[in-house]
């Protein structure tokens, strides 16, 4: 029935650290202990033979690994028209501990070679969103735009009667009911072009796009970015209200492609960037130093030297497995 006090705890707090918990004087003393982890990522090529997909996890790739490749590779060709032939090459992000446990992260290079022909994506972060860019440094990200607000659709595109002038005419966008002081979120990354108050639409604001696209929220009760912001898909551009011609807080939005207002329902987005300077420099360093990393290189066994005689043994094996 007598309390017994702890001598002694240890636990693995992350993968590269240790915590050990000592009695030391009648106190618990804190130790924590770094444990050394291999970054090297992991590099997996191979012949694509009668299916790339099966060829890959023969060699080793992870399903959710492959999953991605095809994806992005399928942004640049059919996945059918890769012959057999072919060389798959992949690099995914990989950790490997001291102790001997290993962590798989994201796909990080999808590369494939086709003869004399060679394409090479590398995943690259730009404004916080991660995109495929080619080894030139062209982008490209394709999907769908993304819903301003969220509420309930109270008027589509297309011909109604006007709830205030009374007579039938072209509805340009999408109303959206929702309650006043409602985040509205950029529907795609892109530049603010105008931002202010805007005759019947109130408080307004537009964002150029690549492409040619443009999109256009009004009656907003406030205005949360400026002209010529640099916005991101999903970031906060203002709060719904009924500023202008409005019946009700809601938001009204457009979507203008060639100088003409569209159904925002009909468009998949496409973003296209181009890396240049500094930005460009770092891309190509990057992929230049993975280029470098050998197949299979960060699955060799850790080793550390039992003394000084065999340390220079060592050192060209560990050389081997550093990142370049």
Known sequence: TVARPVDHIAFRARFDLK??????????????????VDDTPLRIRGRVGASLYRSAR?????????QEYLRAIGTQMSINDIGSDATFDLIVE????????????????????????????????????????????????????????????????????HPILG???????????????????????GTVNYSGRNGGYG??????????????????????????????????IGYVGSTGMSTGPHLHYEMIRGGQKIDPRSVRYIENAQLSGPELQRFRSTLAGLMQVEPGAALARRERPRDLDTASADQPRRADRSRS
């Not at 023969?58 to 492959?66: M, T």
């Not at 992260?105 to 080619?134: C, H, M, N, P």
């Not at 408080?203 to 916005?231: E, F, K, L, P, W």
């Open 203 to 236: 408080n307004y604001v537009r964002i150029a796009h690549s492409g040619g696209i443009q999109t256009a929220y009004a009656h907003m009760s406030r205005i949360a970015v400026s002209s010529g912001t640099r916005v991101t898909q999903g970031q906060v």
């Open 94 to 161: 990989h950790r490997r501990a001291e102790t001997g446990e290993t962590e798989m992260g994201r796909l990080i290079y999808a590369g494939v070679e086709r003869g004399d022909r060679k394409t090479q994506l590398l995943r690259w972060s730009v404004a916080g969103t991660d995109q495929w860019f080619e080894a030139s440094g062209v982008g490209r990200s394709t999907g769908e735009m993304l819903m301003p607000v969220n509420g309930r659709l109270t008027s589509p595109f297309g011909y109604r009667r």
């Open 167 to 189: 007579y039938r005419r072209l509805h340009t966008g999408l109303d959206i009911a929702a309650g006043h002081g409602t985040p509205i979120r950029a529907a795609a990354s």
């Open 58 to 66: 023969a060699a080793g790739a992870p399903p959710s690994a492959i």
């Open 19 to 36: 915590i050990e918990l000592d009695r030391v004087d009648g106190s618990l003393r804190v130790n924590p202990i770094q444990i050394a």
